[in-house]
């Protein structure tokens, strides 16, 4: 089974940035995409923040584009998300998603908490 461990999250004021880590236990070229989402307070919906394809191609929610990155290092089998101009409705659990649609796959990591307040 794949494991899926994120990283990264923490406590910061407004403005400030994290970087999350999502470390796969395969390699993430098997991937078809990867993602980060999000589940905020009181929210039962996953949305999602930021997608990257196994070519390396980013796509990104509108309520982040320009302060949020997601990059990919496939020596690390890892996929990070620079998140910069931190919100306090940014606040939320991020999990980490990746997809093999050639098997019919999604698997998912455990989540890491983001807060963002003064």
């Known amino acids: 089974q794949v494991q899926l461990v994120e990283s990264g999250g923490g406590l910061v004021q407004p403005g400030g940035s994290l970087r999350l880590s999502c470390a796969a236990s395969?390699?993430?070229?098997?991937?078809?995409?990867m993602g980060w989402y999000r589940q905020a307070p009181g929210k039962q919906q996953r949305m999602l923040v930021a997608?990257?394809?196994?070519?390396?191609?980013?796509t990104y929610a509108d309520s982040v584009k320009g302060r949020f990155t997601i990059s990919r290092d496939n020596a690390k089998n890892t996929v990070y998300l620079q998140m910069s101009s931190l919100k306090p409705e940014d606040t939320a659990v991020y999990y980490c998603?990746?997809?093999?649609?050639?098997?019919?796959?999604?698997?998912w990591g455990q989540g890491t908490q983001v807060t963002v307040s003064s």
């Open positions: 998603r990746a997809d093999r649609s050639y098997l019919g796959r999604t698997d």
């Open positions: 395969i390699s993430i070229s098997s991937f078809n995409a």
């Open positions: 997608a990257i394809s196994s070519s390396g191609s980013g």
